[in-house]
């Protein structure tokens, strides 16, 4: 049998622009990180390593938001743009929760200082269960009815729900920033202290509570998805709504149950951004929706480790970033966005993608 | 019947919700000031022992409950044959409902103060005044069952009225409906006046030439905020190219505004860089700027679908803004303090830099936007945008090359920003990072969207209702943005076409709503 020869390939445009690109990028990047650590280094190791510290725990945060995009798009195909204001809600439950904490005598000072686990403890519970309420209620009124509709449609209401909410706290709790009441135990900017170099090096315990309680929210979330009932009826909804309805599954329930699950992560990541950075206010919840939703994006939208690693990456790139292209740090948002377009460029898989089909895209 | 009280109870929770949040957000007592302005009685005297601001609030009040009363009772036909008692039950139910919750918020609320407590600190509109003027004078549990018994009545009256108004059981607003479908549209001189398009057109003319006369007399004030108008009517067709005709969401459009104006102050003004070109000269410069940045972003992100796009041009929008804003640039942007002194059109050495000069160069660049995407609209390119928004890969398969196409309405939408941002920046003369910020992008999609996509006069109305309407109720200020979120949810849930729908996007969004279910089960997703 003659072997067919394969039929020259044409190049296209775009791909001569993708590898341009792509080898510029690369090129700048590594002459950056060898002027950075080798050439002339600005920064000694002690830094660097705060600097880490920084992102793993902002990447974290970013993780347990980025898991909510990438549930309610894995099932609905729809950018759920007003997660970021859940965690903001969820902020404000924690918040309200600590400050009453506070007021309450108990023990010789007061309760949140008295019984700081149990005061946390409520904070998160308060915050979760506020955020998975409003999660519940938003997919219930603003997108529920809009099922079946042109794509464009849904993604406009949650547009619209996303500002409805963040000028409706603003309007509740008004405009100012607030502190949020750490325990005394948990003082902010208060850890372990690390020798590197010579140089202090401090590891925050609220920093260490928000990784360590991300780690294990984002395993129980993966178990629950790959490992209970619930779990799989969330994949089959995934896969196809038609064929899982004739399984017996009940579609809007899982789908009302996927939202009060991300919504639940999206509340105990706003507990964790109070707890670690402090000030919570109404527009808490647009730039780092807007940064998971890119982590989401980078770790391929739909897969769930795939968010926990984008979440975690873009985290440590956003800390690390000015500081190796020697930048100034007010431009650190710049980054986060200028990533989700190169990933759009190169993998719009993103990391662990699952090969997506047209509809997905 | 169970059905029925269900309903009601659902309804009297809904609107109680409803109401205590507007109390929670002071919407309470900025309404009681719109009715004072309205019933002109502000120096009335007390009437039932209430001074003016109070019964405004029992008048606003009052109101909400009578809505609730008709929503509640409105929802069952007739129920054992005595229409009156079933709706008064319905509407009274719901009242009473909404009356429990309002009454339990108000009375603990009027407690909390009554011990002084300062809520405001956490809750901002709260103050012990406004706390004041909800309680009516009654000690607080008796403000709290006062409201109860209050919109329990209103509720069973607006039950009534629904029942009274609208003939045998039906609906006020069909029944008007059908007297006019009945008695007036069947007339032959109303049915000639439809068809003659001598009346379409004298009625076009007579509005364009209203407000080509509009900026003679209205005074600066409103010279300004008509020009405002005339800028988001710009921005509204460009937007409109991209996601109305398109459907491609953009929200990051503020970015190409942003480019033109930057571009105009940047080449006209003394500070920073003393070029002081010529206005005409820098006009096409914002277009074309704004047009190839256009192409420049939308080339990696068009490949994908919507929803890509809609986070990276948000994203970019910030990045433009951010960087506009940043210390690094500031040499070559102005940085935070912005641009002064930009400079104006001159007209043959003839400076027409005053207001209702420059609202009639907004005015001919709206003119001439108007009739560029109308032929736009209607041509072979307009025609494939409109294809590829309904189903991409089916247009794929009719021959149109869908990036470029996609690239075409991003650069031109882009283009008519760019032109939007320039004029915007002349006619300011000033430029700075914080006229870009999102909410500009977010108020150009909502006057898309609520106007109508796809729509020429929709846009125009839906710049007038969301940027004119506000200046003229200038007390509504606070609350405009969040009425912006609920107005977007609102219209995708009840009227996805928008306020003017072009005929042939209402065609299609009426088809999809049939057609979407089968659609589904064609494609097993």
């Known amino acids: 049998m003659p072997i067919q020869k394969e039929p020259a390939r044409r190049v296209k445009p775009y791909q001569i622009i993708q590898a341009v690109t792509g080898i510029g990028c690369a090129g700048y990047l590594l002459y950056r990180l060898y002027t950075v650590l080798i050439g002339s280094p600005t920064y000694g190791t002690e830094t660097w390593a705060r600097f880490m510290i920084a992102g793993l725990i902002l990447g974290s945060v970013y993780a347990l938001i980025a898991i909510g995009y990438t549930l309610v798009y894995g099932i609905l195909r729809m950018i759920n743009f007003a997660h970021g204001d859940i965690m903001m809600i969820g902020a404000f439950g924690g918040y309200f929760t600590l400050e009453a904490a506070k007021s309450i005598p108990a023990g010789g000072s007061n309760f949140s200082d008295a019984y700081p686990f149990a005061a946390v403890l409520a904070a998160f519970l308060a915050g979760v269960a506020i955020a998975a309420l409003s999660g519940y209620f938003l997919e219930k009124i603003a997108y529920r009815p809009l099922r079946g509709a042109p794509r464009l449609v849904p993604l406009i209401s949650a547009i619209g729900a996303s500002i409805f909410l963040e000028n409706a706290a603003q309007l509740l709790f008004g405009a100012q920033r607030r502190d949020y009441a750490n325990p005394a135990v948990l003082t902010r900017g208060e850890g372990w202290t690390l020798v590197i170099n010579g140089a202090k090096v401090i590891l925050p315990y609220t920093g260490a509570l928000t990784v360590i309680l991300s780690l294990l929210l984002m395993v129980a979330l993966y178990m629950l998805v790959m490992r209970t009932r619930l779990g799989r009826a969330m994949r089959a909804v995934s896969e196809n709504k038609q064929v899982a309805a ?33 000030l919570v206010y109404h527009f808490v919840g647009f730039i780092p929706g807007i940064k998971a939703f890119t982590a989401a994006v980078l770790g391929g939208i739909g ?59 | 019947m169970k059905n029925m009280i269900r309903n009601s109870l659902r309804t009297g929770i809904v609107f109680g919700i409803i109401t205590v949040f507007l109390f929670l957000v002071g919407f309470t007592g900025t309404a009681a000031n719109i009715l004072a302005d309205l019933l002109n009685n502000e120096s009335a005297p007390p009437l039932f022992g209430w001074a003016p601001p109070m019964l405004n609030t029992v008048i606003f009040v009052g109101l909400i409950g009578l809505w609730a009363g008709a929503s509640g009772a409105s929802r069952e036909k007739d129920v054992a044959g005595d229409p009156y008692g079933a709706a008064v039950l319905g509407g009274g139910i719901a009242g009473f409902v909404q009356g429990l919750l309002t009454g339990l918020v108000m009375a603990l609320v009027g407690t909390l103060n009554e011990r002084g407590v300062m809520m ?91 407000i080509l006369l509009l900026p003679l007399f209205a005074g600066q004030y409103w010279n300004y905020t008509i020009g405002t108008v005339g800028i988001y009517v710009l921005l509204g067709l460009g937007l409109n190219i991209v996601v109305g005709l398109a459907g491609l969401l953009d929200l990051g459009y503020v970015a190409f505004f942003a480019i033109g104006a930057y571009a105009m102050a940047l080449l006209t003004a003394p500070t920073p860089h003393n070029l002081m070109w010529n206005f005409w000269l820098v006009i096409p410069i914002g277009i074309l700027l704004a047009a190839v940045t256009g192409i420049l972003l939308g080339a990696p992100v068009l490949r994908m679908r919507g929803d890509y796009l809609a986070i990276v041009t948000l994203g970019f929008g910030e990045i433009i803004r951010i960087l506009s804003k940043s210390d690094d640039l500031s040499d070559f942007t102005g940085g935070p303090r912005g641009v002064p002194a930009v400079a104006g059109p001159d007209f043959f050495g003839l400076n027409v830099n005053s207001g209702i000069a420059f609202v009639y160069l907004i005015f001919l660049s709206v003119l001439l936007v108007i009739f560029v995407t109308n032929r736009l609209q209607n041509s072979r390119v307009g025609r494939a945008w409109e294809a590829m928004r309904e189903d991409e890969t089916v247009s794929r398969a009719m021959g149109i090359n869908t990036l470029t196409q996609k690239l075409l309405a991003f650069a031109i939408g882009a283009a008519f920003a760019g032109l939007g941002g320039a004029l915007f920046a002349s006619r300011n003369q000033f430029t700075g990072p914080e006229d ?75 088809k999809d709503a049939g057609l979407a279910e089968t659609a589904e089960e064609g494609r097993g997703k």
């Open chain 2, 436 to 510: 870009f910020n999102l909410m500009v992008s977010i108020n150009v999609v909502a006057v898309v969207i609520v106007g109508g996509m796809g729509s020429i006069p929709g846009v125009i109305a839906g710049a007038l209702v969301l940027k004119g309407l506000p200046e003229m109720l200038r007390q509504l200020e606070d609350y405009r943005v969040m009425v912006f979120g609920a107005l977007l949810v609102v219209m995708m849930l009840w009227r996805p076409a928008g306020l003017i729908p072009s005929s042939r996007r209402k065609m299609e969004i009426d």
């Open chain 1, 246 to 278: 004739l399984m017996g599954i009940d579609v809007d329930g899982v789908i009302s149950q996927t939202f009060i699950i991300s919504g639940a992560l999206a509340g105990a990541a706003g507990v964790m951004w109070g707890l670690h950075l402090g």
């Open chain 2, 120 to 210: 405001s600190k956490y809750l901002a509109e709260l103050l012990p005044a406004a706390v004041k003027q909800a309680m009516l004078g009654f000690p607080p549990p008796g403000a709290g069952a006062f409201y109860l018994l209050f919109l329990t009545a209103a509720g069973a009256l607006g039950g009534l009225a629904t029942r009274g108004l609208g003939r045998g059981g039906r609906r006020p607003r069909e029944a008007i409906r059908t007297w006019a479908r009945e008695k007036v549209e069947v007339l032959p001189w109303v049915q000639s006046l439809r068809r003659s398009p001598a009346v379409k057109y004298a009625v076009y003319g007579i509005l364009l030439l209203g």
């Open chain 1, 303 to 361: 897969s769930v480790p795939g968010a926990m690693l984008g979440g975690l990456f873009l985290g440590l790139v956003e800390s690390l970033g000015p500081a190796v292209l020697g930048i100034s740090f007010q431009l650190k948002d710049v980054i986060a966005f200028g990533i989700l377009v190169l990933v759009l460029i190169f993998r719009p898989t993103g990391i662990v993608g699952e090969a997506l089909t047209e509809e997905k895209v």
